[in-house]
């Protein structure tokens, strides 16, 4: 990396250059609790078999997806209702591995726990099968 250059006042008299400040000395990022829980809302949608994530609204009520951050590290609870006939288990680790690296990579937030609840299981559209048929009338 160069060293900046002196800069030239336009009276032709040189004034120094003052060095960079590094960037953990120019200030803060704080990033808000509610922010990190839309991150990782969408970041759970993205794995296969999530059907849905709830998310607090002005009308929702009871323990739905959250995010607490304390300084560098953020804890979040989760509430999704996935795929049938998913394995469970499997698919709660994938959340936690997707959700954690998402949060991380975009606030650079350590994620230190993730409570996953399982709140459904939806039959996919493979396992629904056909719509009942209904018998014609006579008449």
């Known amino acids: 990396?160069?060293?900046?250059?002196d800069v030239t006042a336009p009276s032709g008299t040189p004034v120094a250059s003052r060095p960079a400040v590094p960037a953990e000395l120019r200030g803060r990022t704080e990033i808000p609790e509610r922010v990190v829980t839309r991150i990782a809302a969408?970041?759970?949608?993205?794995?296969?078999?999530?059907?849905e994530v709830r998310e607090r609204g002005p009308l929702t009520f009871g323990k739905h997806t959250h995010a607490t951050v304390d300084?560098?590290?953020?804890?979040?609870?989760?509430e999704v209702s996935v795929d049938y006939p998913a394995p469970l288990l499997e698919t709660a680790?994938?959340?936690r591995r997707h959700v954690g690296e998402r949060v991380h990579t975009l606030t650079g937030?350590?994620?230190?726990?993730?409570d996953l609840d399982v709140t459904g299981?939806?039959?996919?559209?493979?396992?629904?099968?056909?719509?009942p048929q209904t018998p014609p009338e006579e008449g």
């Open 109 to 114: 937030l350590s994620v230190g726990q993730i």
């Open 93 to 95: 680790e994938e959340i």
């Open 121 to 131: 299981v939806v039959p996919s559209p493979e396992e629904q099968g056909p719509p």
């Open 1 to 5: 990396m160069t060293a900046p250059a």
């Open 42 to 51: 969408c970041a759970a949608r993205e794995v296969e078999r999530v059907r």
């Open 71 to 78: 300084g560098g590290l953020a804890l979040l609870e989760l």
